[in-house]
């Protein structure tokens, strides 16, 4: 099975188990880069524990859900944006977050990936992941 967007396929599984009240959810193929994605979901409180499992194939992941995601998914095409960007026009934010203040847009910047706040607070730009509310 060929899989295009695993990052689009994961937080898809993630929405769906959410929606229907499950209390975790696993998720496969596991890449370093949805496990970042899932760790910046994490530290701004949408999702619980992550636990990586090795199945000697792909990997898969497993995620405690705590019921707080009304939507989540990717942006495609992945947008460059640039820190004055986000910094003085918020279209980004207005386009992808349902109000001020509600919700992250996920950003993969050259020091790694993190939510749109941390990256204005680390003076950098980079490409649009996801939005999660």
Do not use: C
């Amino acid at each position: 099975m060929v899989v295009l967007d695993p990052i689009s396929n994961a937080l898809s599984a993630i929405l769906n188990a959410e929606r229907r009240a499950k209390p975790e959810v696993v998720v496969w193929p596991a890449s370093k880069l949805i496990l970042n994605v899932l760790k910046v979901m994490q530290s701004e409180g949408y999702i619980g524990e992550i636990e990586y499992i090795d199945d000697g194939k792909w990997g898969k992941i497993r995620i405690q859900l705590l019921g707080r995601i009304n939507k989540v998914g990717t942006i495609k095409p992945r947008f460059s944006i640039k820190l004055r960007e986000l910094e003085q026009f918020p279209h980004w934010v207005r386009r992808y977050l349902p109000s001020y203040n509600i919700g992250v847009l996920i950003v993969s910047t050259p020091y790694g990936v993190f939510s749109h706040k941390e990256a204005i607070a680390r003076r950098t730009g980079g490409v649009l992941l996801a939005y999660v509310y």
